[in-house]
Each structure stands twice: as C-alpha cells, then as structure tokens.
C-alpha cells in the first residue's frame, strides 16, 4: 500500500517536471523565432 502510494507520488513529480521543461523549451524556441523575425523586419 505504501509503495504504491509512493510510487503515484514520484510518477506525479516526473510528469511535473516534464511539463515544466516542456514549457521552458517552447519559451525558448518563441524567443529564438521572435528574434529572427525582428533581425528579419529590421
């Protein structure tokens, strides 16, 4: 019982991590485009 619960808490921290770095790539790759497009129109 308590390995089990234990086991959904680590699987519940993972997924948080993977969609916090999920969201840092795409921040990323908005700033990467973003400065292309205004090197772009300048």
């Known amino acids: ?3 089990q619960v234990a086991f959904d ?3 519940a921290i993972l997924k948080a991590l993977l969609s916090i ?3 840092n790539i795409k921040i990323m790759v908005f700033d990467i485009q973003r400065e292309e497009i205004l ?3 300048n």
Do not use: D, F, K, P
Request: without cysteine.
């Open 9 to 11: 808490y680590l699987l």
């Open 1 to 3: 019982m308590h390995l």
């Open 21 to 23: 770095s999920e969201y």
């Open 39 to 41: 090197q772009w129109i």
